[in-house]
């Protein structure tokens, strides 16, 4: 079992920052995947960013240029940098550590990041 905290989100204006953070604690595997998904009311649930042990990282074509996502040293914790929010960028937002072998994901409880126009 693998647990998720996460941290940040919230209101902020359009154009601002936030920074979300996800700790994971528990049965960490050598080889995993942690990022964020995201899911607007209404909507399914998306990829926003991942980031490889490797510090490999894909982005969303939305957010690619204005989100950042990066890994500690220990690997165990997840930080995205989101400058330039849009209020499309609204939504609640879930950290995720995909195991690679066998494949699963576990998910984070999810914040809400609200930009207001």
């Known amino acids: 079992q693998v647990q998720l905290v996460e941290s940040g989100g919230g209101l902020v204006q359009s154009g601002g920052s936030l920074r979300l953070s996800c700790a994971a604690s528990?049965?960490?595997?050598?080889?995993?995947?942690m990022g964020w998904y995201r899911q607007a009311p209404g909507e399914q649930r998306e990829l926003v960013a991942s980031v490889s042990r490797r510090n490999i990282t894909i982005y969303a074509d939305s957010v690619k240029g204005r989100f950042t996502a990066a890994r500690d040293n220990a690997k165990t914790t997840v930080w995205m940098q989101m400058n330039s929010l849009k209020v499309e960028d609204t939504a609640v937002y879930y950290c995720y550590y995909q195991v690679i072998f066998p494949s699963y994901k576990y998910w984070g409880q999810g914040t809400q990041v609200t930009v207001s126009s």
């Open positions: 528990g049965s960490i595997t050598d080889d995993n995947i």
